[in-house]
């Protein structure tokens, strides 16, 4: 069974940063992408960033491209994404998903519970 459990998430000022960790099992972790995506109140998903499998690249949307970094360790099978430079837009519950593209162009059906983030002053 595939199983993404996301943690890190809490509340923080603007300008500020937050790491999240995404602990996978179930499958071979270092054969897939990795993505992050974001939902905020009333809106749809909104793809985050991808990492390749074996880090070779690393994707991100425009809107936190340069403030967020995605990255992964293969030996802990576990996933990351470092949020700098916080800004109110960027409140939204997070998830990690199996898989992605460099376009963000996918199929998140496979993503954890989330972990909700609030930049709020």
């Known amino acids: 069974e595939v199983q993404l459990v996301e943690s890190g998430g809490g509340l923080v000022q603007p300008g500020g940063s937050l790491r999240l960790s995404c602990a996978t099992s179930?499958?071979?972790?270092?054969?897939?992408?990795m993505s992050w995506v974001r939902q905020a109140p009333g809106k749809d998903l909104e793809w985050v960033a991808t990492i390749s499998d074996l880090s070779y690249s690393r994707y991100y949307a425009d809107s936190v491209k340069g403030r967020f970094t995605i990255s992964k360790d293969d030996a802990k099978n576990t996933v990351y994404l470092q949020m700098n430079s916080l800004t109110t837009d960027d409140t939204a519950r997070y998830y990690c998903?199996?898989?992605?593209?460099?376009?963000?162009?996918?199929?998140?059906?496979?993503r954890g519970q989330g972990t909700q983030v609030t930049v709020s002053s």
């Open positions: 179930g499958f071979t972790f270092i054969n897939w992408w």
């Open positions: 998903a199996r898989g992605g593209t460099s376009t963000g162009n996918y199929d998140y059906k496979d």
